[in-house]
């Protein structure tokens, strides 16, 4: 089942300094039903003017679990290294119509309000699925993602 995931802005800031690789860690329970193939769409909200926007899809090559205690949770979804992208933020549309438009509830006056503790992560539709991937077509990849040791590891 595919996944919307909410990346805090400064999380989303600090990741992109340091070099976005092709896992996502999370401690949601939503995370524990994707599977090989799932799309994990993720969408942040951009500092500078306020609008949230698409900022990656992680296609599901594996779901592993963290240590106990890990930091960054509970969960890891390695992303497919060929189909996996990150979008540049710095130039994406708008995707708070589209997003609030999705099956899943996003009452918050604040589209992220709705994306808090352990809902951070959504199941959405494949419905859903489709008109985020339509909404993607056409966006700029953000190319400075990483392959670390991990995922290189992992795609083996």
Known sequence: MPLLFYWQPGNYIRDREFG??????QNSPAMATARPGDSVWAFTRRLRDGVYVLDA??????????????????YRIWGDLHRSRYFDVDCGPNAEPLIRALSIRTRALRLGQSFQGARAVRQVSEADHRLLSHFALDLPVYPHAAIYPEDEFEAR
């Open 20 to 25: 976005f690789g092709f896992h996502f860690n």
């Open 57 to 74: 899809e992680l296609v599901v090559r594996a779901l592993t679990r963290n240590p106990p205690n890990y930091r960054y949770g509970r």
